[in-house]
């Protein structure tokens, strides 16, 4: 990357860090420009033919496009507000068409498949916070020891836009928690101080998840959280305890990661009166 794209990025970063957003959203975006660099061989200087050729890649997801434009739009912005280029091409590229979200969670079965398939002490832990609280990888990488508060039966994470939550303790996380450390990280990196990467979360469920024997290729380490909406729903919790519980901005987020279940599609259905089937058409009586 050539010095004054780095060095626009570095700016980009502080701007951000400034705006206080997530770690997590700084360092994919990040990663995003970076990877456009690479590909254009410039960021400051690059044009709109160019981001868009970039965004409408081959082989990229919706969702991901998505992401991948508004990092761009985000950055150009920045770069023309701070007079470090005269106009922003990002504006002049195309909006983007997602489908609707669907609900993929894990079964309770493949849950306890993943449990009992031979996987790590650490995994297992992994697994039970991202189905007993609903963590997203992030949150789960970073679960410290002090987060835990046995007797207010709580535990403190970061949500999305670095949002300071403290979320109702499940029994099974407060078991957990008596054999995790209580004063550092419950996943500690190998190397160095701090906690793992999220990707390692990611890797580690992962490789339980095939192990089991669960080859779904739309199963992620991300349904274990829609597995947790779920079985909140299943058990007929109220959807706004569960948006809460699932630090959802707008219900609308939760209902995408809510399936209904069969069995309670079928208790819906048969809530409507029945009445007799007709054996005629009833003509005859109106013609008399």
Known sequence: MHAQDL???????????????????????????????RRTGTLIDCDVFSLRRHVGREGVSAGTR????????????????????????????????????EPRPFTR?????????????????????????????????RVHGTDVDRLSNTIRTIGKGGKDRSLPLHPVTAELS????????????????????PSSVT?????AKIRAGILDPRLTPHSLRHAFGTDLVEAEVDIRVVQELMMHESLATTQIYTAVSERRKQAGIITLRPRQIPRHSGRGVIAA
Request: glycine fraction near 6%; charged fraction near 25%.
């Open 7 to 37: 060095e626009a990025l570095e700016m980009f970063v502080d701007y951000q860090r400034a705006q206080n957003l997530a770690a997590t959203t700084i360092r994919n975006r990040r990663s995003i420009l970076t990877t456009l660099a």
């Open 66 to 101: 998505r992401t991948e434009r508004g990092a761009i739009v985000a950055f150009y912005t920045f770069l023309k507000e701070e007079e470090l280029r005269p106009d922003n091409p990002a504006m002049k590229l195309p909006m983007i068409r997602v489908p609707k979200g």
């Open 109 to 141: 079965e493949q849950v306890d498949a993943m449990l009992t398939c031979g996987a790590y002490t650490r995994t297992r832990a992994m697994i039970l916070l991202g189905y007993y609280q609903g963590f997203r990888v992030s949150s789960i990488a």
């Open 178 to 197: 008596q054999s995790m450390p209580s004063d550092g990280y419950w996943f500690p990196a190998r190397k160095g101080a701090g906690h793992v990467k």
């Open 203 to 207: 890797d580690l469920i992962t490789k």
